[in-house]
């Protein structure tokens, strides 16, 4: 399974920006699918996640982004969106999607070792 980030960019602060992750490479199921981002010099941290549908499509964010943030996701087509609005400087980042085969309690999909595949990243740079 291969996840294919895109849509990053340079964008001015009170921008935004829509990003976009595609699983592809066969047969797959995900039951989260989620957003992370790391900083230079910084942890990769946890942004958005979002379990299927048929868990009730619950969407959980990280209290940096929540509010200006959306994460959603097409199951038919095995993409996960992250619409970024009224982004600042400190939004800049590299920003990787995940996706979790299993379902799991909101504690554990905050976490990057919850994650059985990762995207390659996409850079997202905010100017003030």
């Known amino acids: 399974v291969q996840l294919q980030a895109s849509g990053g960019g340079l964008v001015q602060a009170g921008g935004s920006l829509r990003l976009s992750c595609a699983a592809d490479g066969r047969t797959f199921r995900s039951e989260v699918m989620g957003w992370f981002r790391q900083a230079p010099g910084k942890e990769r941290e946890f942004v958005a996640a979002?379990?299927?549908?048929?868990?009730?499509?619950?969407?959980y964010y990280a209290d940096s982004v929540k509010g200006r943030f959306t994460i959603s996701r097409d199951n038919a087509k095995n993409t996960v969106y992250l619409q970024m609005n009224s982004l600042t400087p400190e939004d800049t980042a590299v920003y990787y999607c995940?996706?979790?085969?299993?379902?799991?309690?909101?504690?554990?999909?905050?976490?990057?070792?919850?994650?059985?595949?990762w995207g390659q990243g996409t850079q997202v740079t905010v100017s003030s």
């Open positions: 995940a996706a979790r085969t299993r379902n799991t309690i909101i504690t554990m999909l905050k976490l990057r070792s919850s994650y059985d595949y």
């Open positions: 979002i379990r299927r549908n048929g868990n009730g499509g619950m969407s």
